[in-house]
């Protein structure tokens, strides 16, 4: 899909504007915040504003350049797939992604008013679940629960759903998830 090659090229020149418009901002918000151990009162600000700015050239070029480094691959030299046939929810879609000798998927959200756009949460969430849930246990006592809670149910809860789609037997996400998803609706 074109927004995975948009996605793609704005990631790769760090083009902060057009990632606004690519990618889902509550789940972003969400990963940033807890990626970087925020105060609950900063990640609900981040849920409210979205990441803008120096925090977001910051942080997608970091995303840029970390990938790069992990998996050896320049974001120029990812070449854009088919989309998977199996669908991960009513509303969330996976695109292949390949490099020189791995490949990955981006998984798209189809939500109003954005459209089509990235899912984090979906995309890189799952080696990141029992992070959210430490991070969700503990901001669920402060002044921002119901923020943070919200957040969680509209965006991390989804994508994390979505990425066990693609990994029904990844036993340590399923477990998180549900872990999750009890916090956020006790």
Do not use: C, K
């Amino acid at each position: 899909m074109d927004v995975v090659q948009q996605w793609l090229a704005a990631v790769d020149e760090v083009d902060v504007e057009q990632l606004e418009v690519l990618v889902e901002p509550v789940g972003l918000a969400v990963l940033a915040g807890v990626e970087n151990q925020t105060r609950s009162i900063e990640l609900a600000g981040l849920v409210e504003s979205g990441i803008a700015g120096r925090l977001a050239d910051s942080y997608w070029r970091s995303f840029r350049d970390d990938f790069e480094t992990l998996r050896g691959i320049d974001f120029g030299a990812i070449t854009v797939g088919e989309q998977l046939t199996t669908r991960q929810s009513s509303d969330h879609v996976a695109v292949e992604i390949m490099g020189p000798e791995q490949s990955a998927v981006v998984s798209l959200r189809n939500s109003e008013p954005g459209g089509w756009q990235v899912d984090m949460v979906a995309t890189v969430g799952a080696g990141l679940a029992g992070p959210l849930r430490q991070y969700l246990e503990s901001a669920l006592e402060g002044d921002y629960s119901e923020s943070i809670a919200d957040a969680y149910r509209s965006a991390v809860v989804p994508g994390l759903d979505a990425a066990i789609a693609l990994n029904p037997d990844e036993a340590l996400l399923v477990f998180e998830t549900e872990l999750i998803r009890q916090l956020v609706t006790s």
